[in-house]
Protein backbone atom coordinates (compact mmCIF):
# COMPACT_ATOMS: atom_id res chain seq x y z
CA UNK A 1 0.00 0.00 0.00
CA UNK A 2 2.82 2.30 0.86
CA UNK A 3 3.94 1.75 -2.58
CA UNK A 4 0.48 2.62 -4.38
CA UNK A 5 -0.48 6.17 -5.57
CA UNK A 6 -3.80 7.52 -3.92
CA UNK A 7 -6.45 6.50 -6.20
CA UNK A 8 -4.51 3.60 -7.48
CA UNK A 9 -7.17 0.89 -8.75
CA UNK A 10 -5.27 -1.57 -6.57
CA UNK A 11 -6.62 0.08 -3.48
CA UNK A 12 -10.43 -0.22 -4.79
CA UNK A 13 -9.56 -3.88 -4.92
CA UNK A 14 -7.33 -4.20 -1.37
CA UNK A 15 -11.17 -2.43 0.29
CA UNK A 16 -12.87 -5.01 -1.85
CA UNK A 17 -10.86 -8.13 -0.36
CA UNK A 18 -10.74 -6.15 3.21
CA UNK A 19 -14.93 -6.27 3.16
CA UNK A 20 -15.15 -10.06 2.28
CA UNK A 21 -16.48 -12.27 4.94
CA UNK A 22 -16.68 -16.01 5.39
CA UNK A 23 -20.36 -17.55 6.47
CA UNK A 24 -21.61 -15.04 9.11
CA UNK A 25 -24.79 -16.37 11.32
CA UNK A 26 -27.38 -14.72 14.00
CA UNK A 27 -29.37 -11.57 13.29
CA UNK A 28 -26.64 -9.41 13.87
CA UNK A 29 -23.54 -11.42 12.00
CA UNK A 30 -22.70 -9.10 9.42
CA UNK A 31 -22.66 -6.07 11.98
CA UNK A 32 -20.23 -7.82 13.84
CA UNK A 33 -17.85 -9.06 10.81
CA UNK A 34 -18.02 -5.40 10.08
CA UNK A 35 -16.80 -3.96 13.49
CA UNK A 36 -13.88 -6.98 14.01
CA UNK A 37 -12.84 -5.70 10.43
CA UNK A 38 -12.98 -1.59 11.90
CA UNK A 39 -11.00 -3.07 14.78
CA UNK A 40 -8.26 -4.55 12.70
CA UNK A 41 -7.96 -1.73 10.47
CA UNK A 42 -7.95 1.04 13.14
CA UNK A 43 -4.30 0.88 14.65
CA UNK A 44 -3.70 1.72 10.69
CA UNK A 45 -5.07 5.29 12.13
CA UNK A 46 -2.17 6.04 13.43
CA UNK A 47 0.69 4.52 10.58
CA UNK A 48 3.83 7.50 10.01
CA UNK A 49 2.62 6.67 6.84
CA UNK A 50 0.20 9.19 5.50
CA UNK A 51 -1.16 7.25 2.48
CA UNK A 52 -1.64 4.44 4.72
CA UNK A 53 -3.62 6.55 7.44
CA UNK A 54 -5.94 8.27 4.58
CA UNK A 55 -6.79 4.50 3.18
CA UNK A 56 -7.67 3.59 6.79
CA UNK A 57 -9.74 7.06 6.97
CA UNK A 58 -11.86 6.50 3.85
CA UNK A 59 -12.32 2.81 4.55
CA UNK A 60 -13.41 2.91 8.13
CA UNK A 61 -15.71 5.81 7.15
CA UNK A 62 -17.18 3.07 4.74
CA UNK A 63 -17.49 0.38 7.06
CA UNK A 64 -19.17 2.83 9.56
CA UNK A 65 -21.37 3.50 7.00
CA UNK A 66 -22.42 -0.19 6.26
CA UNK A 67 -22.73 -1.30 10.21
CA UNK A 68 -25.40 1.16 10.29
CA UNK A 69 -27.27 -0.01 7.13
CA UNK A 70 -26.92 -3.51 7.96
CA UNK A 71 -27.56 -2.76 11.38
CA UNK A 72 -30.91 -1.02 10.58
CA UNK A 73 -31.48 -3.47 8.09
CA UNK A 74 -31.17 -6.22 10.62
CA UNK A 75 -33.68 -4.82 13.44
CA UNK A 76 -36.27 -3.97 10.96
CA UNK A 77 -36.09 -7.91 9.68
CA UNK A 78 -35.95 -8.92 13.34
CA UNK A 79 -39.15 -6.75 13.59
CA UNK A 80 -40.89 -8.37 10.74
CA UNK A 81 -40.42 -11.83 11.87
CA UNK A 82 -41.63 -10.56 15.69
CA UNK A 83 -44.72 -9.37 14.31
CA UNK A 84 -45.04 -12.40 12.00
CA UNK A 85 -44.50 -15.21 14.70
CA UNK A 86 -44.74 -13.65 17.76
CA UNK A 87 -48.44 -11.98 16.87
CA UNK A 88 -49.94 -13.39 13.92
CA UNK A 89 -52.68 -12.05 12.54
CA UNK A 90 -55.63 -14.23 13.04
CA UNK A 91 -58.40 -14.70 10.70
CA UNK A 92 -61.25 -13.25 10.66
CA UNK A 93 -63.96 -15.05 11.86
CA UNK A 94 -67.07 -16.55 10.07
CA UNK A 95 -69.95 -14.32 10.18
CA UNK A 96 -72.41 -15.80 11.93
CA UNK A 97 -75.86 -16.47 9.83
CA UNK A 98 -79.09 -15.68 11.49
CA UNK A 99 -81.71 -17.46 9.36
Known amino acids: M ?4 IGDDLLSDLEIVLQSTDVVSGEFGLV ?11 P ?16 IGGLDS ?3 AEQRR ?10 MYD ?4 PAEEPTSLA
Not at 32 to 42: C, P, S
Not at 74 to 80: A, F, G, H, N, Q
Open 66 to 68: QIA
Open 44 to 59: WLSDEDSKVRSFAERY
Open 32 to 42: EAYKEKRGAIA
Open 74 to 83: SEERLEIRKR
Open 2 to 5: RALS
Open 87 to 90: NPTR
